[in-house]
């Protein structure tokens, strides 16, 4: 059973595992609110993650991050949360609400997202995943970060569709 004081469920995983679009499907099968960690940083700063990482850098993006994860544990209760691959590492992440990691293999997730009719859409909003060998070292480098952040771990290769996750996330809440 997961609940937190919150009542905030908080999705993580890497770039491409499906965070955003499951968590739409979870707020709606729990009637409630949808959250999406890159959205409000997009909104915050007027501009896409892609330019915000160009024109700014990535360590301006993390603390971005960490202080959307400051306001959400603050401000925000029964909601779930979809985040960017990288805000698993935001210091108070636990504080916020209970964690589900998305698990699946890299491959897997370049398979996912190659076959996606925006495929080349896709891949050129994420800065992270240009370069493929950087990308499978980050993903290496992540597992054991998103592994302890854990309190329920899905792995979604074990699954045929959206619907099928839901279920499952749903029997530990
Ligand atoms: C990042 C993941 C991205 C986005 C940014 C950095 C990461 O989000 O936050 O490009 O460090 O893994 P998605 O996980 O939604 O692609």
Redesign the pocket.
């Known amino acids: 059973m997961i609940s937190a004081k919150s009542g905030n469920l908080l999705l993580v995983?890497?770039?491409?595992?499906g965070?955003?679009s499951l968590a739409k499907e979870l707020a709606k099968s729990l009637k409630t609110i949808c959250l999406?960690?890159?959205k409000i940083?997009e909104n915050m700063e007027g501009k896409k993650?892609?330019r915000i990482?160009e024109l700014k850098g990535?360590e301006y993006?993390r603390k971005l991050?960490q202080d959307i994860a400051f306001w959400l544990e603050k401000n925000v209760k029964n909601s779930v949360i979809?985040?960017?691959?990288?805000?698993v590492a935001v210091e108070n992440l636990k504080e916020i609400g209970k964690v589900v990691y998305l698990k699946s293999s890299f491959e897997n997730i370049m398979k996912r997202i190659e076959s996606h009719p925006n495929f080349k859409e896709k891949l050129a909003?994420?800065?992270?995943?240009q370069d493929r060998k950087k990308a499978k070292e980050?993903f290496e480098k992540?597992g054991d970060i998103y592994k302890k952040s854990a309190d329920i771990t899905i792995n979604i290769e074990k699954y045929k569709n959206r619907k099928e996750i839901i279920k499952e996330i749903m029997q530990f809440i």
């Open positions: 995983g890497f770039m491409g595992v965070k955003s999406d960690t890159d940083i993650i892609k990482f990535e993006f991050e979809s985040t960017g691959g990288g805000f909003k994420r800065p992270l995943l980050l992540r």
